[in-house]
């Protein structure tokens, strides 16, 4: 949903939610393909209330280096 490929990012407040049912309450990946709620490629990034729900692979993928995350 979002990738950071900055470095000295400041992420405040995010909440990377994907659909996981239609109306009906049917579970269908193929209709909303999501892998990652945030990848992080910078450096020295920091995220404050962070939240991500319902991906397909992982919640987070974090790459960078002397990151920070505070509530995830």
Do not use: C
Request: charged content about 20%.
């Amino acid at each position: 949903m979002m990738v950071v490929n900055s470095g000295n990012v400041i992420i405040d407040n995010t909440w990377f939610w994907r659909a996981d049912h239609d109306i009906l309450g049917n579970v269908e990946k193929s209709m909303n393909p999501v892998d990652f709620g945030l990848v992080v490629n910078g450096d020295n990034v920091k995220a404050y209330g962070l939240k991500s729900e319902h991906t397909l692979k992982d919640l987070v993928q974090w790459n960078g280096e002397n990151g920070l995350t505070i509530m995830f």
